[in-house]
């Protein structure tokens, strides 16, 4: 009994030592009215890496300056105070006034962020005068590479009353005013991962308002770091190649899916968006009319055109109502009822094989084989090689497209699907669609027999992720090998549509195929007086430019698409573009000149100057932006 008596004094004798010496600070400052508060701490965003481990999007140090209603008293005061130390705009003051009256007292709100070390020090010093005001030095979003990546990673921004109205549960970190969270792409889609969770700090704060100290801080976890697909440096590259044309590329890799490059022109520096755009800057980008803040590389769904013409070969070479071997006669035009449906080629292309349909982009041949096939099985091998499927991947409003059949425009429209409809679902146009996204998996599934899905991440905080199991598409080989061989024609037979777009380098060799959509109506009397080239109607009213390939021939690896909106043809706008990106993805960087044809070197070498690219045998001392 008296041992346990004495463990029993010595316990009341070392926590009254405890109390009364350790901690008679903290206890004759809280009887001097000071108070602990406990402030949430902001994890570290995690990181987004390209597929070599370079940073695409990451934090900068950020010195801002917060405001807490209850501990500042007269909150009017204290900012106009305030404002005499930094600039503070009165959309500024507005906003924080705003903030401080819809939040919780006890809410620390944002006054001013990316301040210099100047100010921030200024309102250091300044401090016993500041009550409730506390200087912080946080991290902020940064994009280094600017508008190369603005379409896929998006950008964060802070929280809306809109985007915790779509939570039943919303992360206490969230209740911080201006607390930025994706918006869009992959800073939104991933947002759960990338955020991680809250540290807390306990800090005393005086009688005034002023914070005395911080008596103990608990880290946070930082976010998950990630690892996407995309090369930074052909990404860059095709960015630069698109310039202001309003267009959209996809390069995939032919075995496996991942998405080595993903862009669509012109772009925007999302960096503007994290530190708060101007109305000016907003209204230059969204009364662009090449619509800079679309991504078409997803979102734009395309009538196909004549890229379309292998889905309808395959769909009529499977249901074995055409041969490789049968020809059809063009004249340059099939009649239906009263209508004429034309081909390009106004004169016809007279007898034409499979091989020659592709090489040649005959219409007249694709008329005659939709007709015999029928739009449920075309509509069917479209969904088969990507066309009208939404993939997975962290981006927004990623298009569908639309491979319709008979009881798709029942549904849609209470109509009966008829022949015309058929006609021009045969070449691409009417009411088939296609993301450039979708033609990439189109020619990446063709050049491989595999049913390959895209793939943009490629690791979540260092653990990989899987590959989705590629099966066969369970077409016929000879089918494919014939299709294969017309693709081929097109780059380089002389008869070929993008014959002037071909790879010199046989080790490179592309094969591919043009298209052009319309995407006006041309009447029975403009045809007669001669079609309007594209070049004389205004930019809107230009056909859409495309051209979808794969390389190199022998041993596939990559799968490209290129969409150039109102560019006129795909031979002429479209084809030399994905020309350029397939040898750049090949070399891993810029070519040399021997792989074009010896008549465009000179042309290609002045192009690669203006944009400011050194080519591998040129001197040393130059400036590559890629």
């Not at 490059?261 to 968006?273: G, K, Q």
């Not at 479209?382 to 639309?402: H, K, N, Q």
């Not at 046989?506 to 007669?528: C, F, L, P, W, Y």
């Not at 993805?585 to 044809?597: E, F, K, R, S």
């Amino acid at each position: 009994m008296a041992s346990v008596q004495g463990v029993f004094v010595g316990t009341l004798v070392f926590r009254m030592r405890y109390l009364q010496l350790d901690q008679a600070d903290e206890f004759r400052l809280l009887a001097e009215e000071n108070s602990i508060k406990i402030r949430l701490l902001p994890p570290a965003r995690g990181l987004i890496h390209d597929r070599k481990g370079a940073v695409i999007a990451g934090n900068e140090q950020n010195y801002r300056i917060t405001i807490t209603r209850e501990d500042a008293g007269d909150t009017d005061e204290v900012l106009s105070r305030l404002s005499q130390l930094v600039p503070l705009s009165d959309e500024d003051l507005d906003r924080a006034k705003k903030e401080i009256a819809r939040r919780s007292p006890t809410l620390p709100i944002t006054v001013a962020d990316r301040l210099s070390w100047e100010e921030f020090s200024r309102v250091a010093v300044n401090a016993p005068a500041l009550p409730g005001v506390t200087t912080e030095v946080g991290l902020s979003r940064y994009y280094p590479l600017g508008a190369d990546f603005a379409h896929m990673l998006g950008y964060v921004g802070p929280v809306s009353d809109y985007d915790l109205s779509k939570l039943d549960d919303p992360d206490p970190l969230l209740q911080i005013p201006r607390f930025q969270i994706g918006k869009i792409g992959v800073e939104a889609k991933l947002e759960s991962e990338l955020r991680g969770t809250a540290g807390t700090r306990r800090i005393e704060v005086s009688s005034t308002g002023r914070v005395m100290r911080e008596l103990g801080r608990k880290e946070g976890d930082p976010g998950a770091d990630v690892q996407l697909t995309v090369d930074r440096h052909l990404q860059n590259y095709i960015q630069a190649r698109l310039g202001e044309d309003s267009a959209a590329a996809v390069v995939m890799d032919v075995r496996n899916g991942d998405i080595l490059a993903i862009n669509s022109a012109p772009s925007f520096d999302p960096n503007l968006f994290v530190r708060g755009i101007t109305a000016v800057d907003y209204r230059a980008l969204t009364e662009n009319i090449r619509r800079p803040l679309a991504d078409k590389s997803v979102q734009g769904a395309y009538p196909p055109g004549s890229t379309f013409k292998m889905v309808v070969a395959l769909a009529a070479l499977e249901a074995g109502v055409i041969g490789t071997q049968d020809t059809f006669y063009c004249r340059g035009f099939v009649k239906l009822g009263t209508r004429r449906f034309h081909c390009w080629k106004r004169a016809g292309h007279g007898h034409v094989d499979l091989n020659e349909s592709l090489q040649q982009s005959c219409d007249v041949f694709y008329y005659e084989v939709a007709q015999r096939v029928g739009i449920d099985a075309i509509a069917a091998m479209a969904r088969r090689l990507g066309i009208g499927a939404r993939f997975d991947l962290p981006m927004s409003a990623v298009s569908e497209g639309l491979a319709p059949d008979k009881d798709w425009k029942l549904r849609k429209y209470g109509e009966d699907w008829r022949v015309g409809d058929t006609l021009n679902s045969g070449i691409g146009q009417g009411y088939v669609l296609a993301s450039p996204l979708q033609l990439a998996v189109m020619s990446a599934r063709i050049a491989s027999g595999l049913a390959v899905t895209p793939r943009l991440v490629r690791a979540i905080d260092g653990q990989d992720v899987p590959l989705p199991e590629a099966l066969p598409l369970g077409l016929n080989n000879a089918h494919l090998a014939a299709v294969r061989r017309g693709m081929f024609d097109v780059s380089n037979s002389r008869r070929g549509t993008a014959y002037g777009s071909r790879i010199v380098d046989d080790a490179m060799r592309m094969a591919g195929k043009t298209g052009t959509s319309q995407v006006r109506n041309i009447t029975a009397a403009e045809r007669a007086r001669g079609v309007t080239r594209n070049e004389d109607l205004p930019w809107e009213r230009r056909d859409h430019a495309l051209f979808v390939c794969y390389a190199p021939v022998d041993a596939p690896q990559v799968a490209v698409s290129v969409v150039v909106e109102h560019g006129g043809g795909g031979s002429a706008a479209a084809a030399p573009i994905a020309r350029d990106i397939v040898l750049q993805a090949l070399h891993g960087g810029l070519p040399p000149l021997t792989a074009y044809p010896e008549s465009q070197r000179v042309r290609i070498e002045s192009e690669r100057e203006r944009l400011n690219l050194i080519a591998p045998d040129a001197p040393k001392g130059g400036r590559s932006r890629a």
